[in-house]
Structure formats: structure tokens, C-alpha cells
């Protein structure tokens, strides 16, 4: 696949078209950049309202205006089972092994592709649109509330396509504006509050702008969307291995952008000679100890493990904020008796926080027991919000460490560690 993909050591335009089969947009003369939207920065494009925000809120971040992107998106030196990449595929080794791009073009370039997104794969209309048919879907239940409803029927009766009708009943379930059957037709239901105490279209209204969104909301936040105020370089491949990853952050710090790197840790050299840090830097802590770590990331160089951990020893030099993340694999690389050997590394090197985040079983993460080579499912390694609350609430009992943040839909936790639980976590300059 290398072969194919990198010819001269330049990335070919097959590879270009492989991604952009998908949301990926491929930026910068050499290739080997993207960003590409997260599921949040649309969720929060179709309210317009905080509670449509990613974990990443505790820190101050909105997810309409903060730009997902990666300076090395084919190159990285891990494997990880969790990993929801086509490193199969995608993945065009553990070197960065062209030219690299300048990072003020680079980054001219991700901010002109982010704004083509936001205007045209994104549009205002759509969400617009959206808000009206919510209001059509619950008068239409409202006049015909002795009916069971499906998309089906919906979309033959309100005149819009199923994919429109689906998009908004997503957010209807959400606001438990309505309710699934008991059935498995997948069928839809008044709620019956709603359905005793609204009797107009105009009711509708008032209680969707009250309750959900309006359309100044969601047009304040589209505009917004436009310019990017924060940086999310954890998209793809490891960052570090892009040779001017400093400068690249200093040029956003020069735009009034604040940054965030995700970074798998084996490459403590590349953080001690950061001139520039980030606003933020996460470091990966995949498992508590070799064995594991082997298992989880099939390591693609010697010394990985030995690596995370000098890089974890670190973190106590920098001047920028610090987290360890723990992905978290169910009876994988987390269970109820790891948790005090992950309770003794963070102890031992003690960053601003710590932070618990189910791995996600979607795109190619869907490949685990593939990956693991393993005879159980995919969906006995995912671990569910009420599984990880429960090591949670163990950790913070064993470590001390107070819980101050948990996000169920991302199936987050974070810990205070070196920081005093009572300040406020969000981030107020580059």
C-alpha cells in the first residue's frame, strides 16, 4: 500500500482520493495534512446551543468553532485496536518521510478548506430547514396523536425526504419531545405532556425556541463556524512526527487560536524540543504497563512503552496545561483490577488532569476483534457509560483525585489531579 501511495516520496493523488471518498479534505501542497468536521461541530450547527457540545465544553471549547485537523495524517507509529482510522489501509508508516509543508501556508489552507466545508457541505439551509420540519413532524403527531408514527409514514406525509425527517426526530428524542414504542417497528410518539397541553402550531414554536433552538440561534451559529478559535490537532496519525509541529502551533497562537495536541507519547525528544507548546497537551496513557500496551497498540518501534513513560516524566517541565488520557477498552485495558496500577503513574507524575474516555465502536474501530485476533465480539469491548462511571467513581475513591466532569454521550470522565478542583477549567487565551 506504501508503494502505491507514496511515489518519490511524495503522497500520490490515489491516496487523496481514497480519503476524500469521505468527509477528510486533504490540504497543503505535500499532502500530508486534513481537517475534517467532528459529529459535535454539526451538532452544534443544528441548535446553535451549549449542550450540543463535545466533551472538550469543560475546557471552554465550542464545537461549532473548533477546527479537527492533523499535520500528519498518514504517519504514525502505532497500531492501536481502538483506532477508528483505516490504519489498514491509510496508515503510510511510522516515519514522516516527506517534505513538509510550510505551517503559515498550511494552515491558510486548513482555515480556506474548513470554511468551504461550513458553507457547502454544511449549510445554513439544511439546519434551517431542520427546525421547520420539527415543528411540521410534532403538529402533524399533535393532529393525528391517536396514530402510531414511523419515518415511513412521516415522510410521506410532511413531504420531505427520510433522511430530513430522520435528522429531526434525532433531535425530538433527544429533547424527549417524543418517545419510541415498545415495539421493534422502530414507531414514534407523542409526549404526552405535549400532547394534553399544546393545542397550536404556534405553541409548537414557542416551545421548540424555548426548549431546542431558534433560528437566530442556529444562524448566530453558523456564521460563527466560520472562524475557527480553537485547534483540535488530534485528528489523524501523530502529530509530532510533523517536523515544524512548534512553529504550526505558533502560527495558531499568532491567529488567537487556541490549541490542543493529542499526542501517543513515544516521542518524549519531539516534546522536549517544543520552542512552542500548545494550549493544552494530551498525552495517550493506553495501558498501565508493557504487556498490555503491546496488545493495544502493536507498537510499530522498539521502546514504546519505556517512551510513553519518559514523556508522562515530563510533564511536570512544561509551562502549557497537561492531560493523560486514558482510552478505555472494556476488560482490555481497563478493568477493576488495573486500576491501581493506573492510580500509582498518574500519582507519580501528576498533571493538571486526568481523563477516562470510552473508545468509540464506529468506522473502523468496528475492526477490534479483527485487530485482536480475538473470538469475542466487538461490542464486549466497548464500554459503556454506566460501566465506566463505576471505574470512575473506584478511581477517584483509590486515587484521591477528585471526579469534576463527566459528559455521558462521550462517555468522559476528568479528574483533577494537579489542579484545585474549585478553579475553573476553562482555557482563556492561546
Known amino acids: 500500500m506504501k508503494d502505491r501511495y507514496i511515489i518519490d516520496n511524495k503522497i500520490t493523488n490515489e491516496f487523496v482520493e481514497a480519503y476524500t471518498k469521505t468527509t477528510y479534505r486533504i490540504v497543503g501542497e505535500n499532502k500530508h495534512s486534513s481537517v475534517k468536521p467532528c459529529h459535535w461541530l454539526e451538532q452544534r450547527l443544528e441548535t446553535g446551543r451549549n449542550n450540543r457540545n463535545c466533551y472538550k465544553g469543560v475546557f471552554g471549547i465550542q464545537s461549532h468553532r473548533c477546527m479537527q485537523n492533523t499535520p500528519s495524517l498518514p504517519f504514525c507509529n502505532h497500531q492501536c485496536v481502538f483506532c477508528w482510522r483505516d490504519i489498514e489501509s491509510g496508515s503510510l508508516g511510522s516515519e514522516f518521510v516527506v517534505e ?56 410521506n406525509n410532511i413531504h420531505v425526504s427520510k433522511n430530513k425527517i430522520e435528522r429531526a426526530l434525532t433531535l425530538l428524542k433527544n429533547q424527549k419531545f417524543i418517545k419510541s414504542t415498545n415495539d421493534p417497528s422502530n414507531n414514534f410518539r407523542l409526549d404526552d405532556d405535549i400532547n394534553y397541553c399544546i393545542g397550536s402550531r404556534d405553541e409548537l414554536e414557542v416551545l421548540i425556541n424555548r426548549e431546542l433552538t431558534s433560528p437566530n440561534e442556529i444562524m448566530q451559529a453558523h456564521s460563527e463556524a466560520m472562524i475557527p478559535n480553537h485547534a483540535a490537532i488530534s485528528l489523524d496519525g501523530e502529530p509530532l512526527l510533523y517536523p515544524r509541529i512548534s512553529e504550526f502551533v505558533q502560527e495558531f497562537k499568532n491567529r488567537n487560536i487556541t490549541t490542543f495536541i493529542v499526542t501517543n507519547g513515544t516521542l518524549p525528544e519531539k516534546i522536549e524540543k517544543l520552542e512552542h507548546l500548545p494550549t493544552q497537551l494530551y498525552i495517550t496513557l493506553p495501558a498501565p504497563n508493557d504487556q498490555i500496551y503491546k496488545k493495544v497498540c502493536r507498537p510499530m518501534i522498539r521502546n514504546g512503552w519505556n517512551n510513553i513513560l519518559h514523556s508522562l516524566d515530563l510533564i511536570n517541565s512544561l509551562s502549557c496545561r497537561s492531560v493523560v488520557r486514558l482510552t478505555a477498552i472494556k476488560d482490555l485495558n481497563l478493568n477493576d483490577k488495573l486500576i491501581n496500577e493506573y492510580a500509582k503513574i498518574i500519582e507519580n507524575v501528576s498533571p493538571n488532569f486526568f481523563e477516562i474516555k470510552g473508545f468509540t465502536l464506529q468506522a473502523k474501530a468496528l475492526l477490534i476483534k479483527e485487530r485482536l485476533k480475538s473470538d469475542k465480539q466487538g461490542k464486549d469491548y466497548f464500554p459503556e457509560y454506566d460501566y465506566l462511571e463505576k471505574i470512575a467513581l473506584k478511581f477517584e475513591k483509590v486515587s484521591g483525585f477528585p471526579l469534576i466532569y463527566k459528559n455521558e454521550p462521550s462517555r468522559d470522565f476528568l479528574f483533577a489531579v494537579n489542579w484545585d478542583k474549585e478553579k475553573d477549567p476553562k482555557i482563556t487565551k492561546p
Open 100 to 155: 513538509p509543508d510550510n505551517p503559515k501556508l498550511l494552515i491558510d489552507d486548513m482555515l480556506r478548506h474548513h470554511k468551504d466545508i461550513i458553507t457547502n457541505h454544511l449549510p445554513l439551509r439544511r439546519y434551517l430547514d431542520n427546525y421547520e420540519i420539527m415543528i411540521d413532524i410534532l403538529y402533524y403527531m399533535l393532529l393525528n396523536s391517536h396514530q402510531i408514527h414511523d419515518i415511513h409514514s412521516l415522510s
